[in-house]
Nanobody, 120 residues
Framework: QVQLVESGGGLAQAGGSLRLSCAAS????????MDWYRQAPGKQRELVTA???????NYADFVKGRFTISRDNAKNTVYLQMNSLKPEDTAVYYC??????????????WGQGTQVTVSS
């Protein structure tokens, strides 16, 4: 059984910062890509940022220069450092990971989501 658990969400003021964490646990051999998505009320889920097992990253245009994704492979954890937060960043943030649970078999898993609310 594999589980992804997000933490660190909450309320922040515009211009403030939050740090999200997503820890994977269970029968894990290795983790490939780890991603952060977000979904605002009434809108589709969108990719925020992604990081490969080797540390290569990409960011959506709306977070470039403000958000930083990182990972600690030893802890099976991905982080999202969010700086210069804007009210439009308000959304539920979801962690996604491609996890090798059996040799030769990679599966995609989702966390339960964590609410981020940014006030004006």
């Amino acid at each position: 059984q594999v589980q992804l658990v997000e933490s660190g969400g909450g309320l922040a003021q515009a211009g403030g910062s939050l740090r999200l964490s997503c820890a994977a646990s269970g029968s894990i051999f290795s983790i490939n890509a780890m991603d952060w998505y977000r979904q605002a009320p009434g809108k589709q889920r969108e990719l925020v940022t992604a990081i490969t097992s080797g540390g290569s990253t990409n960011y959506a245009d709306f977070v470039k220069g403000r958000f930083t994704i990182s990972r600690d492979n030893a802890k099976n954890t991905v982080y999202l450092q969010m700086n210069s937060l804007k009210p439009e960043d308000t959304a539920v943030y979801y962690c996604n990971a491609e996890i090798l649970v059996v040799v030769g078999h990679m599966y995609s898993y989702w966390g339960q989501g964590t609410q981020v609310t940014v006030s004006s």
